[in-house]
């Protein structure tokens, strides 16, 4: 069992930054593929960001390519999301997951959730 919390949201104009941060526990953390997803209301939750066991494989969705970064520490069992350039279409609720099999993209590849965090861009 993986449990996840998600932490660094807020309302930021737009243009700005929010780094979004997610602690893990119950797993070693070099174990598990992390990633993050986002809801906006009335859509479906999508893919933003995934990155592999070791940290050395990333995977971005088009939209956020060259705007979002995320990393993680494997020493403080944690992943972040270092967002940039955001704009009024970034948001969304975003969530932590994770999966204990190698890395993946698609929502229903991922076991473990947290609870999400809203970010809310303002134009």
């Known amino acids: 069992q993986v449990h996840l919390v998600e932490s660094g949201g807020g309302l930021v104009q737009a243009g700005g930054s929010l780094r979004l941060s997610c602690a893990a526990s119950g797993r070693a953390f070099s174990t598990i593929t992390m990633g993050w997803f986002r809801q906006a209301p009335g859509a479906e939750r999508e893919s933003v960001a995934n990155i592999s066991r070791s940290g050395g494989t990333t995977y971005y969705a088009d939209f956020v390519k060259g705007r979002f970064t995320i990393s993680r520490d494997n020493a403080k069992n944690t992943v972040y999301l270092q967002m940039e350039a955001l704009k009024p279409e970034d948001t969304a609720v975003y969530y932590c997951?994770?999966?204990?099999?190698?890395?993946?993209?698609?929502?229903?590849?991922?076991?473990?959730w947290g609870q999400g965090t809203q970010v809310t861009v303002s134009s």
């Open positions: 997951a994770a999966r204990t099999r190698g890395l993946a993209i698609r929502t229903t590849e991922y076991e473990y």
